[in-house]
C-alpha cells in the first residue's frame, strides 16, 4: 500500500487524469443501467430479498476482480506487435459480472483490476498502461454488456459482444495513435520514431515511419484478436456459471 501511495504522489497528474476518466464510466454505466432498468418488466426483475441478493452481488463482484487482476498476468505476445503489446484475457471477468449484474458491475470489475495491480505490482509505465487498459477495457465491455441490458438473450449477447469488439478495435486503435505512443514517447524519453521502428521490425506493414500504418498493423488486430477470443470464451462460459452467481 505504501507504494501504492508513492507511486500515485509521484504520478498525480496521470492520476487526477486517470480519476476523472474512472468516474466518466462510472456514470456512464449508471445511466445505461437505469435506463436498461425501466425497460425491464417487473416479472423479470430479481425476486429474492434485496439484501440477500446486494450481498451476492458485492461478493461476486469481488471474486471477480480478483479473477481479472489474475488473469492479467497470463500475458500471449503477438508475432505481428512489438513486445509490450502482449493478449490478455482479463476482460472475461467484467463481461461475465456485466452480464449477470449490469454496467456498472462491469466497469467496477475493470476498475478493482487495475487497482489490485497498482497495490501489488505497482506500474512501470507511470499509469499510462494502467489507464490505457482500463479505457481500452471499457470501450470493449461497456457497449457489449449495454446491448445485453437491453435484449438478455444468447443473440444480444452476440450482438453485444460484436458491438464491443468493434468500439474497442476503432477507439483503441485511435487512443493508442493520439495518446498512448506519444505518451510513452515522453515517459521514457525516447524519439516516437524509435518506437515506430520496433514495430517495422516484426511487421514490415507498420513501416513507412508513421503512426497510423503502426496502429492500423499492430494494435488493430490485436484488439480484433482480444475482442473475438474474449468473446468466444465469454458465450461459452457465462451461461453455465450465471445460476451460480445469482444464487439459483
Not at 4 to 17: P, Q
Not at 33 to 39: G, I, L, P, T, V
Not at 114 to 141: D, H, P, Q, R, Y
Request: glycine fraction near 8%; hydrophobic fraction near 50%.
Amino acid at each position: 500500500m505504501r507504494n501504492f501511495c508513492e507511486l500515485v504522489s509521484k504520478n498525480l497528474r496521470y492520476a487526477i487524469g486517470f480519476l476523472v476518466i474512472i468516474a466518466m464510466m462510472f456514470v456512464i454505466a449508471t445511466l445505461i443501467e437505469k435506463f436498461s432498468e425501466n425497460r425491464i418488466k417487473a416479472s423479470e426483475r430479481d425476486t429474492k430479498s434485496p439484501t440477500t441478493a446486494y450481498t451476492r452481488k458485492i461478493v461476486v463482484i469481488g471474486m471477480l476482480s480478483a479473477v481479472a487482476r489474475i488473469l492479467m498476468l497470463l500475458e500471449i505476445p503477438m508475432p505481428f506487435a512489438p513486445g509490450f503489446y502482449k493478449l490478455d484475457f482479463s476482460e472475461i471477468a467484467p463481461l461475465v459480472g456485466g452480464f449477470a449484474f449490469g454496467p456498472v458491475a462491469a466497469v467496477t470489475i475493470e476498475f478493482m483490476k487495475i487497482l489490485l495491480k497498482l497495490i501489488t505490482g505497482g506500474s512501470s509505465t507511470a499509469m499510462v498502461g494502467e489507464l490505457a487498459n482500463f479505457t481500452v477495457g471499457c470501450s470493449f465491455v461497456l457497449p457489449a454488456v449495454s446491448v445485453y441490458s437491453f435484449k438478455k438473450t444468447k443473440s444480444g449477447a452476440l450482438k453485444g459482444l460484436i458491438a464491443g469488439t468493434a468500439t474497442m478495435t476503432v477507439f483503441g486503435t485511435a487512443f493508442n495513435a493520439l495518446y498512448l505512443l506519444p505518451a510513452f514517447a515522453a515517459l521514457y524519453k525516447m524519439p516516437l520514431e524509435a518506437i515506430l521502428e520496433m514495430g517495422e521490425k516484426v511487421n514490415p506493414f507498420a513501416g513507412h515511419g508513421n503512426t497510423v500504418s503502426f496502429v492500423m498493423a499492430c494494435v488493430a488486430p490485436l484488439n480484433l484478436i482480444k475482442g473475438t477470443s474474449v468473446s468466444i470464451l465469454t458465450l461459452l462460459i457465462y451461461k453455465k456459471i450465471s445460476p451460480i452467481m445469482k444464487g439459483r
